[in-house]
């Protein structure tokens, strides 16, 4: 048996020597001639490692930041970017505020300069898209879906999708989302029966299923006792997929048959079944009424003619995670906010009385509420729900004065231009609503620093929606409670794909 294993060896000697010359190409002579040209524009950055790229460095500075917990702390009270991102912070100290580094394979220049920030914003190029890696590490959440595809496939998807959150649309949504949220009400008043005078609730899981409730009858044309395992395993994806978000880029990461991997395949089979499930049926109900529907996922499955099941399961689960993830998240600091600061709390439920007096929910009672909008923003400025901008350069591109190759990540950290003092004024890290008392124009100058939606031409297209949600549920909770932190509370953002409460937010309520 000796001379197969010695035949063996050899073959895979002489495999290893053929490739290496291909494997140094993809992996360093290839991408170091891109960061040879930006270099030759005086862009700087780490120096990066043979495969892994700066990947080594970022879990360095990472462990010297959760080794000192009273300084993670200390610094979470007013900012949470140096502890959840430190490496962008010692690197942006280093380098300034446009700089190039790699993970992996990737070729990442991060921009917070508002000049740059504006190109990219002005950018209506559909050769500056998404990364081509979401489609691929996050392809069991995204696919090719509106929020990862580029080219044609998504001026086709945002023709499809986007006029159903347009304002004309949402106005007409009211009703329904003050009767999604009455089994929240309900429940929260039922919890409080007998109780002298407060009990603390952990509010999260409350707003979760409410947003989540929120998509599946305004877009799905369901309740969410119809979408509730749908919802359950996109979020079980996402805390799996939000594990190793370092090692995006490392060749082969997502075809190892770790127990992490195995469980993202396992729940994308079952999530691909459910929402073609929910689809199925939706077309027998409404070949089978007299009146057609008229909701995003009849939209959905008219777009996808000619392109198969994977543009209704992508797009489906794009809206499912996008569209009620991130405005649970905002409504979960919303609140966590307005309980840590009782002046803004009174002020916001002084108006919300005033506008309604006794009477239902309508949209022109919501365009009254001008201090609740101030209070969104401003959460929406410190907490952002995306953490990033990100772009890929599709061809050799030129921002502002810079020639950017093909295939370089350009990435914008949202929270970083949220906080910066020389845009916002020395308190950029305050919660201080009054900030937009005369817009976002009058917040920040450049009003384009500001993007809680995204940028561009792909801002996020269900904006409307999430605002008119916001300011619903904020207003009918604020009419019937009063918040104040638990002692329980652990102020602890964690970056799950978006930035959430680590260890949930309990509040201590009571009936107003």
Not at 44 to 59: A, D, L, Q, T
Not at 218 to 243: D, V, Y
Request: hydrophobic share 40%; proline share 6%; aromatic share 8%.
């Amino acid at each position: 048996m000796e001379w197969w294993a010695l035949l063996l060896s050899s073959s895979l000697t002489t495999l290893l020597i053929s490739l290496l010359p291909c494997f140094c190409y993809i992996f360093w002579i290839k991408p170091e001639r891109v960061r040879e040209r930006l270099r030759r524009q005086g862009i700087r950055g780490p120096v990066p490692s043979f495969v892994y790229g700066n990947i080594p460095e970022m879990k360095r500075i990472q462990q010297e930041v959760n080794h000192s917990p009273e300084e993670a702390e200390s610094r979470l009270a007013t900012d949470y970017v140096p502890t959840l991102f430190p490496y962008f912070i010692h690197w942006r100290k280093t380098y300034g505020p446009v700089y190039m580094y790699s993970t992996g394979g990737l070729q990442i220049l991060n921009v917070t300069r508002p000049d740059l920030v504006k190109e990219i914003a002005n950018c209506k190029s559909l050769d500056l898209g998404k990364p081509s890696y979401l489609q691929k590490e996050r392809k069991a959440l995204l696919g090719r879906g509106i929020l990862a595809s580029n080219g044609d496939l998504w001026a086709h998807q945002r023709k499809v999708i986007a006029p159903e959150f347009f304002m004309e649309k949402v106005k007409g949504m009211v009703d329904l989302i003050v009767e999604a949220a009455k089994p929240l009400l309900d429940s929260w008043e039922s919890m409080l029966e007998g109780e002298v005078g407060s009990r603390e609730i952990v509010v999260d899981e409350y707003l979760r299923n409410f947003s989540a409730d929120v998509i599946s009858r305004a877009c799905f044309g369901s309740s969410f006792a119809t979408g509730k395992e749908i919802f359950s395993k996109i979020r079980r994806l996402q805390m799996a997929m939000a594990k190793p978000s370092l090692l995006i880029g490392v060749p082969g990461a997502r075809y190892q048959p770790t127990s992490r991997n195995r469980e993202i395949w396992r729940l994308d089979r079952e999530i691909r079944l459910l929402i073609l499930n929910v689809a199925n049926e939706h077309m027998r109900e409404g070949s089978s009424s007299s009146s057609s529907k008229n909701d995003l996922l009849q939209a959905i499955v008219e777009g996808a003619s000619g392109r198969g099941d994977e543009f209704i399961v992508d797009n489906c689960k794009n809206i499912y995670f996008a569209g009620h993830e991130t405005t649970a998240v905002t409504a979960t600091w919303c609140l966590m906010l307005l309980a840590a600061h009782p002046e803004w709390q009174e002020r916001a439920r002084a108006e919300v009385l005033e506008a309604c007096q006794g009477k239902s929910l309508d949209f022109e009672m919501l365009r009254r509420l001008r201090t609740l909008t101030m209070v969104i923003q401003e959460t929406l400025r410190l907490y952002p729900p995306a953490s990033f901008v990100t772009r890929e350069t599709l061809r050799d591109m030129k921002l502002g004065a810079i020639h950017i190759p093909k295939g370089v990540n350009v990435k914008i950290l949202i929270a970083i231009a949220h906080r910066d003092g020389e845009l916002w004024g020395p308190n950029a890290d305050e919660f201080n609503p009054e900030r937009f008392a005369n817009g976002i124009a009058g917040a920040c100058k450049p009003p384009h620093m500001y993007m809680p939606f995204g940028l561009g031409i792909r801002t996020c297209a269900g904006q409307n929606l999430a605002m008119v949600e916001l300011k619903i549920v904020l207003s009918l909770l604020l009419s019937k409670f009063v918040f104040a932190l638990s002692p329980s509370y652990v102020h602890s953002p964690a970056f799950r794909l978006t930035v959430e409460p680590g260890f949930g937010v309990p509040l201590i309520v009571k009936r107003l």
